[in-house]
């Protein structure tokens, strides 16, 4: 069964919304969160990452007043992209690692389209 | 320069042959750890092998199986009587150093074609 769980799986919002995407940890707690961003027929890249209790760590480039990390408990971290624009559209998709083998397991995923 | 490099954009293979994906890696840190993902249509990220950087025996799981060669500083994936639903993207990744900090550094990974 699936490790890590993500909401919505899809959205589709009105430019200038905001939108926020959960990133759940279901079957260990993960201190450590991580968010990723696909862009079609590319790899994966780091955006932030998401620690229990205190500040996200950006990537270099990453906007953090854009793209809100919040990672509450040890099960749950959201990611919100503020007043998201059309090229904000992308795949966005977390991770969690599993502190008892260092494995990241990551989530479905959540196809978001910005009109 | 690419922490990570896989240079086959694509590859072929018939069901029940074994294929290999190269995976090569470049890192001054002699803790890391090296993963292999596959990414169906649907998007989601399988996690399917992972190799310690003190590891002395090649990992396998299944029908796959890492050849890791710690001087040419590569980690290709061997998959192993091919079939159908292995038709996927495949990404290999590195991590480097220990603690929560272990962030992945991705490949730009290889298209698998599984034909009958």
């Known amino acids: 069964g699936a490790v890590v769980s993500q909401h919505p799986s899809r959205v589709i919002c009105k430019s200038g919304t905001s939108v926020k995407i959960e990133c759940r940890s279901l079957d260990f707690q993960a201190t450590t969160m991580f968010w990723y961003r696909q862009f079609p027929k590319q790899s994966l890249m780091l955006m932030a990452t998401s620690n229990e209790g205190s500040k996200a760590t950006y990537e270099q480039g990453v906007e953090k007043d854009k793209f809100l990390i919040n990672h509450a408990s040890l099960t749950l971290s959201t990611l919100t992209v503020t007043s998201a624009h059309p090229e904000d559209s992308s795949f966005y998709i977390c991770s969690a690692r599993d502190p008892t083998s260092a494995t990241q397991y990551f989530g479905p995923g959540t196809r978001l389209l910005v009109l | 320069a690419q922490k990570i490099t896989q240079t086959q954009p694509g590859m072929f293979v018939q069901e029940k042959e074994a294929v290999t994906l190269d995976c090569t890696y470049d890192t001054s840190d002699p803790s890391y750890g090296l993963f292999w993902y596959k990414q169906p249509s649907s998007g989601e990220m399988i996690f399917l092998i992972y190799?310690?950087?003190?590891?002395?025996q090649n990992a396998t799981e299944g029908r796959y199986s890492l050849n890791f060669q710690k001087a040419r500083k590569s980690a290709n994936l061997v998959i192993s009587a091919s079939q159908l639903g292995d038709s996927a993207m495949y990404f290999c990744?590195?991590?480097?150093?220990?603690?929560?900090?272990?962030?992945?550094?991705f490949g730009t990974g290889t298209r698998l074609q599984v034909f009958p």
């Open positions: 190799q310690g950087s003190y590891d002395q």
């Open positions: 990744a590195m991590r480097e150093g220990k603690g929560n900090t272990d962030k992945l550094i």
